[in-house]
């Protein structure tokens, strides 16, 4: 499986992103995508996570604000980031697990993406 993130950038506080991550490759149907991210100097953290069947999980830093989606039949996973804060500012990466749930833990997620830098900043 090979995966495609876009849509990072440059945003004011406040304001707004959305992330893409296609994937290709020999996909089955039940799967479960991520949204992880990766501050400098911190640990790789989960923002969201959906399942194939529209389970989804949220960081608790992220509800309210970030919405997770997927197109199944494109295979593909969205970010939708609102209120943006600084402290949302890092690499985001998209993750692909051949398991099935939300609640997957990093080591679960055998596939990654490239990652695409996110800067919240005035």
């Known amino acids: 499986v090979q995966l495609q993130a876009s849509g990072g950038g440059l945003v004011q506080p406040g304001g707004s992103l959305r992330l893409s991550c296609a994937a290709s490759?020999?996909?089955?149907?039940?799967?479960?995508m991520a949204w992880y991210r990766q501050a400098p100097g911190k640990q790789r953290e989960l923002v969201a996570a959906?399942?194939?069947?529209?389970?989804?999980n949220y960081a608790d830093s992220v509800k309210g604000r970030f919405t997770i989606s997927r197109d199944n039949a494109k295979n593909t996973a969205f970010l939708q980031m609102n209120s943006l804060k600084p402290e949302d500012t890092a690499v985001y990466y998209c993750?692909?697990?051949?398991?099935?749930?939300?609640?997957?833990?990093?080591?679960?997620?055998?596939?990654w993406g490239q990652g695409t830098l996110v800067t919240v900043s005035s």
């Open positions: 959906i399942t194939s069947g529209g389970n989804t």
């Open positions: 993750a692909f697990a051949t398991g099935y749930s939300a609640y997957a833990k990093l080591r679960d997620y055998e596939f």
């Open positions: 490759g020999s996909i089955i149907s039940r799967n479960s």
